[in-house]
């Protein structure tokens, strides 16, 4: 079950660099921005599954808006002269890790009630 | 649990697959590409290779110079002698002998201790940048000055002082300072020319600059190669 998304990942990294398009330099800073928010939606999608309130049109749409806002902030604030480049790097590195941690709780708390439910 | 999650999770799975490596291409890319990259050790290894190769051949070069010369020598007889003498002149002249006689030794280094009271100063203000040692050769040239060299490389008709990032280049020869700029000359010409003129400037903007008469001052010979592949000599009637 939980085979099918890595096997994308995996199928997703192998594609990526199989195909010779590269992001022009100038829009490294951005892809990196919208890489951030592709892995925190990812997480992000995992946590909501451990805690049975999932959603696969939230995600979606989340996963999309939040890659496609976050590249485009960054690079208005450049016009603008504002780094919200940072401020997007921050937002998305806690709600990363805050994620992150969420998910180990989860799994934790399955483990044990496992755990305890099994000599009856 | 239905599958419907399955299906989302993998697309989004699969994207952030693409994004990832997308990036990990240009990252890895880039520390290739870029020459000031401290990770490139790969093109400072070529660079101190291709060193020592010309070192090697520099010292070839040389080598059969002074036994051509030697071969040059054995051959004094009768109206030879006149062309081996015209030959002789022509190679001090460009260079190719080592030479020695009365002139000048110029230190010039950076101004360490001005920087080290200003710390937070602009360290350009204190480096000796080319074009103090361009003007200054340049001088040394009116002066009179017959054989240059700086840092044991001896200037010659094709001979470059260039800045190249952090370093200077002589005869496409990486310097550093302290710069020791030998010249023989007129010492007393040489002197007057220099400390009326960049020596003056220099001593100025607080670098620590020496000026040393000396009876005999040895300046080595050119070792590069010399080739002339465009030039013709004119035919005069």
Known sequence: MWLLPILGLIIGAVIGSAITFQVPLIYVKYMSIAVLASLDSVFGGIRAILEDHFDGTVLLTGFFTNTLLAALLAYLGDRLGVDLYYAAVFAFGV?????????????????RQKKYQEPR | MSRRWLLSITIVCVISGLFLAFQLKVQANNNNTNPLSQKNTNLVMIIKDLETEIKTQEDQIEKIRNELSNLQNQLTRGSLQELQEQLKAARIAAGLTPVAGRGLIITIDDNKEGLKTNPQDDPNKYIVHFEYILNLVSELKIGGAEAISINGQRLVSTSEIRCVGNVILVNTTRIAPPFEIRVIGSPKLLAEITTSGELDILKSLNYPVSLQESEEVIIPAYKGDLQFNYSQTVKED
Do not use: E, G, K, V
């Open chain 1, 95 to 111: 709600r990363l890790f805050h994620n992150l941690a969420t998910i180990r709780h989860a799994l934790l708390l399955r483990y």
